[in-house]
């Protein structure tokens, strides 16, 4: 990787920049459309009920109100991505509080919200189940969707999912990995750890709420305008779902203020179409923060048992992972497609296993449906999985740094299920990272009840297949060029890296290159800005398409220079033969004098494409194809816990990712940063309290995202890459980063508070009381840390896994300890 | 009953109607299509909506607008004087410190409030003068590094200034 470059790889600066600091730059709240309504919706009070009936005369009958739609809307349908679970606006049933039962519309929101509290709705109760694991039970009383297995399935060719597995009814998804002997694997071992790790259901809490548009334009065009991550997908769902021509619909997209996952669906745009086509006005459904707390996909809560067969000498033979995810009350709002899958994405490509079995399970509750954040899983599976590493080394009295370098894949290895991987730094981000924090030494003391550790935690991530990317480019006669994408800009970047492939390919300035994008009507086809995926595929497309171009120019110019087209080169506007300076045109000259180009079409327009097709799994979730790529990361953290109030302070941290090349370090540098920020936030404070299913806290009071003071700054805080591995398919070695940078966090976090405190918590957030109950156990009421040998470890209450109907181990808790604390010969 | 409404709005004497009830975050985004500052919460804890009240950073959504009579409210939209940035806005371009940019607006203007009147701020100064303002995107690191820089900025102009 010799090549050099003039534009990627430069930190240049953010083509957005100017008009987000100058206030410029329009978000979806900013533009309004002449005659617009306001929409707002009345969620159900309860969990779980039957609708009896549904009075909307009063609120009919309010000033200003414009309409009140109920579940019995004409155009009330079933709809969902993976399963038609759910209705737009609830029918006969609630299944979870907030499940929409009607919406105003009214001339102004104060209306509209006015309204909301004369329907009268007649409700009957039914009984509701809220612990994911109480629900996946097969005698589970309460049945959330009892149609579930006579739902329309959507044709998802590459996933392979079973429904209620194991007589599971409230199990609307089973997937599982199987490598190897997994009770051979445990059989052959000489130590077994086993935990339960949980973590909460959060939210993505972006600073912008979502706003919604639509309207109907005179020639009939249902426009949509409004935040998301993926105009033509959400655009080609609700064309499916409503029966629309594609030529009649059109989403546009201003400028997003965070998204960080649960804006890839159609949610709620579903709602917005339903409303704008019963009451034929332009109507905006806007959600406030506290709608976004509590009508916005939700991150999901998640239970996850990891149990580890180990070698005396260290090698980790047999892994096996039980991953349930509390999906809340549908599949349908928010996507569910790959949310199974995609964490094993990094459970998969990192370490190399004998043995190895993934059971994901996914479930129905009667909670606030969820939604994809930031790495859909990866995250919450690390939690567990990195834990694990340190509890193994410790047990083996290895260093936790040798025991992870020595499974890492090597390059060109098979990974678990059976695929090759390339470009593998993560050896070089672990030994960075545990460099930089210096883990061998130990902290220096803290003063009073503070008490210091430092901990580290290494992952794998995946860049997706099956989601192909399409760009347009056309040059124009001043050698400028358009590039036409649909990529959301969500805050990442992906503008800035986009015009600098672009800028790379022409040999341009940056400012010869626009983009146009933010509008189906004009752009190609894309996938969804998220799963890591935009930047590696998009770079692929607009190379193709930039090349493209180049050879329409080399044919017409290579006639005029009498060259072969094959040894024509192109920059800044003019083509010319290496090392014949004589040999050369402008753009310009191609086009006649009054400025046309003599050629079909009349303009230069190339066009790209890039797929990387999976290959569908196995019986045994077995695939020679189902990753793009795969980044990597390691996390090491320095953290303070004060042992008198239970706060836990992150004082130094190194991030260190290997992306490929970074397009723009000083991008990527942010996705670092950021995904710290978010990782703080996930470790420490954020979680959605719900009591019979009602979010307790839907507030930035009461759900706290960290604040400037939270986090480690300057000299504390190092944002690391490391250099670029030769990749057979990634543009230039460009692999991704967006999802990654949260993923090892928060265990490097578990590991950092097991070092300061000698106690492992096993599940998120190290909140002040969750901590103050691991140090103070026995005290406190509802809490039984298992103790000995000085290594405590601190778990959740609820059920043990042997009760699980047999789901995940056959030990208890207790016996899982003992296992965990002492080198057994597998049969225990 | 809509009431007469003086304001001062990025030195321009402004006469507007507005219930008296109105919040200044409406009367300047809706009334007077500023929509530089965002709505985040509406509850005074994010910050997005941050103006300039007599150069005091002061969130827009918890004043309302009559409490502003009298006074000097600049927004984001003042800040730049005939297309020349302001050195805030210069170095949230140069070090990056802007993403998805909901925050951007409040975070300058937060910062301008504190370079104001302290420009020779500690890295702690500016976390301190920023805690009011959440940022989703960016883990902060860069915002700080932008609010030393811009200081480091403005006083070697300010030294420029004395010597000329």
Known sequence: MSKEFSVIGKSIPRVDARAKVTGQGKFSADLKIPGLCYAKLLGSPYPHARIKKIDVTRAQDLPGVISVITGDAPENRLYGD????????????????????????ARSEDIARDALDRIEVEYEELPAVFDVEEAMRPDCPVVIHPDMLKYTRLPKPNLRYTPAPEGRKNVFEYFQIVKGDIDRGFAEADLIVENRYTTPIGNAAPLETPVMDAWFETDGVLTLRGKTQSMHQVKAAICNIFHLSPS????????????????????????????VMTVQRPVRLAFDRTEQFT??????????????????????????????????AYAGPHGTQALVKGCTGGAISLYRHEHFRFRGYAVYTNTCPAAAFRSIGSSDMHWGMEQQMDIIAERLKMDPVELRRRHIFKEGEEDIVGEPIHSIGAEECLDTAANWIKLKEKPA?????WKKGKGIALVGHWVVTEMPSWSYVKVHKDGSVEVRHAGCELGQGCDTVITQIAAEEFGVPVDKVRLITRDT????????TAATRLTYYIANSLARACQDAKRQIFDLAAPRLEIPAHELALGNGEIYVENSPGKRIKISDLYSPIGFLPVPGGEILGKGFFAEPAIPYDANGRSPKQWAAHPYMAYAVEIGVNTETGQVRVEKVAGVVDVGRALNPKLVEGQIEGGMGQGIGGAIFEELILEDGRVLNPSFVDFCIPTIMEIPTGKN?????TPPLPHPKAYNGVKGVGELTIVPFFAAVGNAFYNATGIRICDLPLTRERVLKAIFGPQLEGHVPARDEGSKIASSTSTSPSEQANITVSMPLSSILKANNAITNGDG | MKKRLKLRVNG???DLFAEPSRLLKDVLREDLDLTGLKEGCSSGYCGACTVLIDNKAVKSCLVVARQAQGHEITTIEGLAHDGRLHPIQQAFIDRFAVQCGYCTSGMILASKALLDCNPNPTEDDVKKALVGNLCRCTGYVKIVEAVLAAADMMRSSAREGEKV
């Open chain 1, 82 to 105: 993976l399963y038609m679970d759910s209705y737009i606006i609830a029918k006969d049933t609630v299944r979870h509080v907030g499940d929409p039962v009607a919406a105003v519309v």
């Open chain 1, 248 to 275: 009649k619909v059109r989403f546009l997209v201003p400028y997003v203020g965070g998204a960080f996952g649960p804006f890839c669906h159609i949610w709620p745009e579903i709602i917005a179409v339903l409303i």
């Open chain 2, 12 to 14: 321009e004497d402004i």
């Open chain 1, 717 to 721: 805080v190092a944002s690391l890459i």
């Open chain 1, 445 to 449: 003391p803290a003063p009073g009840p």
């Open chain 1, 295 to 328: 009508l916005s996909g939700q991150k999901p809560g998640r239970v996850i048992y990891v149990r580890d067969g180990v070698k005396r000498d260290g090698t980790i033979i047999a892994r096996d992972i039980t991953f349930i995810t509390n999906y809340g």
């Open chain 1, 521 to 528: 009507d004009v752009t190609p086809f894309e996938f969804y």
